[in-house]
C-alpha cells in the first residue's frame, strides 16, 4: 500500500483526527463510502481496496478525476503557475466570465484549483452566491504547490475508487449491508461567525443537516454502518440522540486570527458498538 496523503488544503481536514476515527472504525466492513470528500485525509489513510467518493463541488470531483485519470499532464501544467499578486487575481478572476472559463480543459481547472488553493489566504475553499472563487491572495513567500511524488502515489490509488459529482444521498440506492459510510459535513454553526459552508453556492443549512439524519437512519435500518463527525452544539446531540456520540476535543487550524485557533469540542456519532 503507497502512502499517499492529500493534495490539497481543507478547512476541517481530518489528517489531525484520524486517531481518533480509526479506533472508531467498525470491527469489520465491506465498501467504504465518503461522501464530503474534501481533502480525503481519511480515505488516503485507510486505503480500503473498495472505495466510493462523491461532493456537490463540481471542481473538486474533476480535480480527483483528473489526478486519477491524467496526473502527468497535471503536473506539467501546475509548473507553469507564477507565485505573484497579479498572477494570482488573473487565475482567480478566470471564473468571472463563464464562456472563456468553460473553454478551459479539466487538466487547466484541476491545476486552478490547486493553484489558488495553496496561494490563498489561508488556503479556503470557498464561494461566493454565483460559485466565484472569492478568497484573497495569501502572500506566501515560497509556496510549495504540489508534490510529484504524492500526487503519482494519489493517482495510483485513485485507480480503483469511484469518483461521482453528486449530494452525500448519490448512493442511497447502492447501500448494502455490511457498507461504511463517514461523513464529514460542514459543520452546524455553533456561533454566528462560524457559519462557514460555502464549498459550494448552494451552502449546507439546517434542511440540509436533517436531510442528512435521515440518510443515516436509511444506512442503518438496512445494516450499514455510519461514523458523523460535526460540531459540538445542541441541535447536533438532539439530532442524533438514538445513536452513540462520542466527543472530542481537536486543534482547530484555520482562522483569519491567531486567537481563534486551538482546541475545540466535536462530536462523533456512530449506530454500533465498537469492538463487536
Keep these: 500500500m503507497a502512502n499517499c496523503t492529500p493534495f490539497i488544503k481543507w478547512a476541517g481536514g481530518k489528517r489531525r483526527v484520524i486517531p ?7 470491527k469489520k466492513f465491506n465498501r467504504y463510502f465518503e461522501p464530503f470528500i474534501g481533502g480525503g485525509a481519511f480515505l488516503f489513510y485507510l486505503q480500503h481496496h473498495t472505495s466510493s467518493i462523491s461532493d456537490m463541488n463540481g471542481e473538486l470531483i474533476n ?10 499532464e497535471l503536473i506539467a501544467d501546475l509548473e507553469l503557475h507564477e507565485n505573484s499578486s497579479d498572477y494570482f487575481y488573473n487565475i482567480r478572476n478566470l471564473d468571472r466570465d463563464l464562456n472563456s472559463y468553460n473553454q478551459l480543459s479539466n487538466v487547466e481547472r484541476a491545476s486552478r484549483f490547486i493553484y ?3 496561494s490563498c489566504f489561508n488556503g479556503l475553499y470557498r464561494v461566493n452566491s454565483k460559485g466565484q472563487f472569492n478568497v484573497p491572495f495569501g502572500k506566501y513567500k515560497k509556496p510549495i504547490y504540489f508534490d510529484r511524488e504524492n500526487l503519482e502515489r494519489c493517482s495510483q490509488f485513485l485507480q480503483k475508487v469511484d469518483i461521482r459529482l453528486g449530494d452525500f444521498t448519490v448512493f442511497r440506492d447502492e447501500v448494502q449491508k455490511g457498507d461504511f459510510f463517514y461523513f464529514d459535513p460542514p459543520y452546524f454553526p455553533v456561533t454566528e461567525t462560524s457559519n462557514f459552508t460555502s464549498y459550494t453556492k448552494d451552502g449546507f443549512g439546517l434542511d440540509e443537516q436533517k436531510r442528512l439524519l435521515e440518510f443515516a437512519k436509511e444506512i442503518d435500518s438496512k445494516g450499514g454502518y455510519f461514523l458523523i463527525s460535526n460540531s459540538y ?7 442524533y440522540r438514538d445513536f452513540y456520540i462520542d466527543i472530542i476535543e481537536v486543534g482547530r487550524a484555520i482562522n483569519s486570527k491567531g486567537s481563534g485557533r486551538g482546541r475545540v469540542k466535536e462530536i462523533l ?5 465498537l469492538n463487536s
Design 233 to 239: 452544539s445542541p441541535e447536533i446531540l438532539e439530532f
Design 63 to 72: 480535480l480527483y478525476l483528473t489526478v486519477r485519470d491524467s496526473v502527468d
Design 269 to 273: 456519532v456512530r449506530n454500533y458498538h
Design 116 to 118: 489558488l488553493n495553496k
Design 20 to 26: 481518533e476515527l480509526e479506533k472508531r472504525l467498525p
